[in-house]
């Protein structure tokens, strides 16, 4: 039977959002990763927050805060060594702050086509999405090594770990982010 852990990346300084903390922006009467919380939990065992500010209001949620162990703002690769560190489980899913229509099957379709791979991550028609991805916590001290040397690219270290993206063709929107205060309009727009 497997167990997950699943991290919601919410450590980032937020600069395309006028350096507000993208995770607690109100979204549809609600802090944008609450609605992340929503859709991931169910995938799940238990979830972690990763968040480098504002602690007090994530664990609002009841999930264990985490903060990176690698403090100068590294990208979500910081955020993602931290979740491996204290994951209790052998396999970590990862979601973004800001991707709050994420598939409800999301993580176990990652599951079921991560063959032998240390790491399998989203891969719609227009791109693909690293950040939303399923790594086993064996990853944790290439990715730390790799944090050291200065490294940032996501992509680059995922398929430098024999890692393959994922399918997912027909739900380009369901992995839409919000990223600055243009497109968190657009979307309450879209609601």
């Known amino acids: ?24 922006i109100d979204f549809q009467d609600q802090p944008l990763y609450q609605h992340v919380l929503q859709r991931f939990r169910p995938q799940v065992d238990s979830v972690l927050i990763s968040a480098n500010r504002n602690i007090d209001r994530y664990q609002v949620s009841g999930c264990q805060v985490i903060t990176d162990s690698i403090t100068d ?7 993602m060594l931290s979740g491996l560190q204290h994951s209790k489980t052998e396999w970590v899913a990862f ?11 999301m993580v176990e379709r990652l599951w079921q086509q991560r063959a032998d791979s240390p790491a399998v ?9 690293p950040v939303l ?21 996501l992509l680059q270290f995922l398929q430098h770990q024999a890692g393959h993206a994922v399918p997912f063709p027909d739900t380009e929107d369901a992995f839409s982010n919000i990223n600055t205060p243009e497109e968190l309009a657009q979307e309450e727009k879209k609601q």
């Open 121 to 129: 991550w989203v891969k719609t028609i227009a791109r693909d999405h």
């Open 133 to 153: 991805c399923l790594l086993h916590r064996r990853l944790a001290n290439p990715l730390e090594a790799y944090l050291l040397r200065g490294e940032r690219r």
């Open 95 to 105: 979601c973004a702050c800001d991707t709050p229509f994420i598939p409800l099957n």
């Open 73 to 79: 703002y590294s990208g979500p690769l910081a955020g």
């Open 1 to 24: 039977m497997r167990t997950l852990t699943g991290v919601i990346l919410a450590g980032g300084q937020g600069r395309r959002m006028g350096g507000r903390d993208k995770g607690l």
